[in-house]
């Protein structure tokens, strides 16, 4: 091929030569970005490498505040996710504590969280910066998640094996992946089932009982099954205008039925950034906001109140709890998920800080995930104790930025051929990586005289 | 006490209220084409004005009236009908000295500056009075004075017009002012607390109890009638109230902690409002730099960039203006060889400062033109001037730095009085962020 019109790449990220051999490693076992990037596919970046011990308590108090068990069978229908210590919140794992959860939910549709008591889905949202300040807005945020994650067509699987429209020995083949089997209109039609009439039509009787919008029916009926066809055939072709008059109904009454038919009992929204809507709000955006979430939460003429749905967990930056508060208290969101005043901490989850132990631990994780050879997993060569403590008060205990330095560290190490990396060598990194960050600890000194002495 | 340690009265107190400079040439300019000039020509000719980053479509009547009179006293334009007594009405026409000043201006402008000052010294006395002043408040850190203001941190909630008390927490805001200068600026308010404290409480009873004012209605719209001000904000008036009582104290007829009168007079030389016009009057003739917007300091941050000498040595340029104390006023200007070192040094080293505390390599320019001023005891003028210098020599490939200046406009200069902030100019286009990195050896 000699036009370059065609070319390919040939460059593939783990190539078995890499630089990073000489410290036995396949790549730079460190994300290069301080965060978290949902969907990408290294694993370094999106969150999959996930050290569960780190965030033990949190999982605890987000399991006891958002998922019914035996004890108590009511969660709390909003519930906030806070930084414990304010100026260090960037970066400290809230985006991958999330994700991981709904992972967690969706693996087994809670099975497991609720001790087989309930069936659960949990979706992460996360809204765009300004583009969400209004209700309607955050309601179809949320349905295109709903759609996105599979959970509106996890929901129409679990229908077409509950109407009886499946047979029971197709449904024993459908496996690990859904989507590729009952959620497949061609390999159920190899299967022997009528996916042009008879399964559509089941579906749309069956539907059709609950009392929902009469499109949304045949939309579910006949693409349901599939995100990308439901986005194509449904949600794409719903203008601005209908969203802000029906999207409402089509979250919290609609889609409710669908998924209480559909054997569901809590759908947990588990809401990253919130201060994107928040701080792009107007005061009187933030009033209807606050109504809003009241209404469709707690105690409006709905579905989804009637039944206690949806819980929604709001990450929040301090900053927003200060602009949302006087809104929050003005529409009595207070007394059902307190936001300020002290009480706050009943419906919150605090995300903590890294401590030196569990910051060793979620290094391990990283570095084993970057190994050659698997006999050295469980180390922490090439760095040293000190020199990841080092690191770690360098980051101020945020994981985010520490993961971060141990990056560079790794980048260094292997420019300047070093074979264990020390807390001098983190020095060295913290150093080179410009002096901005280490001053801004400067305490405040009186004002230095000035040099120039006019009398002399 | 001996005569000589006397300032002479002043031959007017009536200063303009305003602080463009170039208001003068230009006012010169349009008399000079004309058989004579009222101040509503001046009105009609030089109404457009620029003033900090914004700009002024029309200004105040009473600025014409102040600027005809002031080139009146300077003896620049006079009055054409003389069997009237002088008003600012009249018709005046420009002076043979007025169209020499005016060509003196065209050709060195700089020149031009001292000239106005060795005039409104000799009109008001305050130019070289304020310098010495401030010499006299704090001699020990050159000479640099707080004008104290409310910290930026404190929080005040809007009160309803008629809770006028001077409460514990106003009285606790005005402390803890006074603390934040005594350690961030020591000296530089040498007042004792006792009597800040209730300097400030007076100055606060006494703005409590001024005739509320009205709001006119907005003009075109038929609707309510005049309305009251039912409310204010704290802020704002202990603030105002803290600058009443600050001039009282340190701008009196004695500076203060020495018994000494500057004048043989009892009236106080300026009132707060002539101060605040002061301020950037002398702050254009080069005489002091002041800043409100140091952050480490609650308040106005002056300091003078001149001083009075018996002889003026290099790096100073001589003002014929003297103390009475028979000193010679002398203007530190540096010349950019001697300085030069020292002002790439002093700018890295705030730019470093300053962009640690924002956290980006490019800093807000006016933070860090206002400590390396401060430091360097250079004029805003000399410094736009430098700057200009200091730019084109790091594109020299041997240079050191690296400098790059940016114009957006900042947030935080669309504020209130932030607007009205000295922008840093350069070939006339005012300028807010600076970039500067070192060069490093390989």
Sequence with gaps: MTTPLFRKPTYTKESSDSIYNKLGFTRNPFPSKPSVVIGSPNPVEN???????????????????????????????????????????????????????????????????SKGLQVIFGVYVLPVSGDETKFWQFTKLLIDALVDKSVVATAIWRLRAFTGAVPENVLAEVGDEPEKT???????????????????????????????????????????????????????????????????KILFEDLVKVFIAAGFNKGVFLCDGVERIIQAQNAKERRDFAESVRYFFIDGQCENTRASFYSLLLTLHPYSQELLSPHWIASGLDRFATLSGGQEADYTVYVHPLTQE????????????????????????????????????????????????LNLAIEKAIEMGWETIDSDQIRIVIEARGK????????????????????? | MQKNENWPKPSSRMTGLFADLQLFPEALGVALNKDYVTRFDLEEELSRRVHGVTLVERESPRRWSDLIRELRYFGWIKVIDTYHKPTDDARHKITEEGVKVYSLWKKEETEFLRLLTIKMHNQYVIPGWFVQRLWDI????????????????EKFLPRKWDEKAWTED??????????????????????????????????WKRLSNLRRREV?????????????????????????????????????????????????????????????????????????????????????LLFPTSVFRESTPPDFQKINLKNPKGNTLCLYQPTWKSLKENFFETLYKEHHKVSARVGSLYAPLLDVRDEVCRQLRLSANLFDNFLLVA????????????????????????????????????????????????????
């Design chain 1, 47 to 113: 969150g999959s490498i996930y050290l569960e011990s780190l965030h033990e308590e949190e999982r605890r108090r987000f399991e006891q505040l958002l998922i019914p068990n035996p004890e108590k069978p009511t969660g709390r229908t909003i519930a906030f996710l806070m930084d414990y210590a304010t100026p260090r919140g960037r970066g400290i794992g809230k985006t991958s504590f999330l994700f991981h959860q709904s992972k967690r939910i969706m693996t087994d549709l809670g099975y497991e969280l």
């Design chain 1, 182 to 248: 009952i959620g497949n209109d061609q390999w159920l039609s190899e299967k022997g089932i009528d996916t042009f009439m008879l399964l559509p039509h089941v579906m749309e009787r069956k539907l059709g009982e609950l009392g929902i919008a009469p499109n949304l029916v045949k939309a579910l009926s006949l693409y349901g099954g599939s995100p990308l066809e439901f986005r194509k055939h449904y949600l794409s072709r719903i203008s601005n205008v209908e969203w802000r008059k029906e999207g409402g």
């Design chain 1, 358 to 405: 569990s910051a060793n631990s979620l290094a391990i994780a990283y570095l084993d995930a970057a190994r050659i050879e698997d006999s050295k997993n469980g180390i922490i060569a090439p760095f040293t104790k000190r020199g990841l403590d080092g690191a770690l008060v360098a980051a101020n205990r945020v994981p985010g930025k520490f993961l971060n330095l």
């Design chain 1, 436 to 456: 901005i960050e280490s001053d801004k600890q400067d305490s405040q000194d009186a004002l230095p005289p000035s040099q120039i002495d006019l009398r002399k």
């Design chain 2, 138 to 153: 704090n001699p020990e850190r050159g000479g640099e004075v707080v004008m104290p203001n409310p910290l930026r941190e």
């Design chain 2, 170 to 203: 106003l009285k606790k805001a005005t402390r803890s002012t006074y603390e934040s200068i005594e350690s961030n600026c020591p000296g530089s308010f040498p007042i004792e607390e006792n009597i800040w404290l209730s300097q400030v409480e007076d100055a």
């Design chain 2, 216 to 300: 006119s209605r907005p003009s075109g719209n038929s609707g309510k009638e005049k309305e009251k001000v039912k409310t204010y904000a704290p802020r704002g008036r202990l603030a105002q109230a803290m600058t009443e009582a600050s001039v009282k104290l340190l701008f009196g007829t004695q500076p203060p902690n020495i018994d000494r009168d500057d004048f043989l007079m009892r009236k106080e030389p300026i009132s707060p409002r002539l101060y605040s016009a002061w301020c950037p009057r002398l702050e254009a003739l080069e005489l002091i730099f002041y800043t409100d917007a140091h952050l480490m300091i609650p308040g106005r």
């Design chain 2, 391 to 442: 730019i084109k020599e790091s594109l020299m490939p041997k240079s050191r730095f690296s400098i790059s200046v940016e114009t957006d406009v900042r947030e935080d200069q669309r504020m209130a009085y932030r607007i009205l902030r000295r922008p840093v100019w350069l070939h006339g286009t005012p300028y807010s962020l600076i970039a500067m990195t070192e060069y490093r050896d390989k």
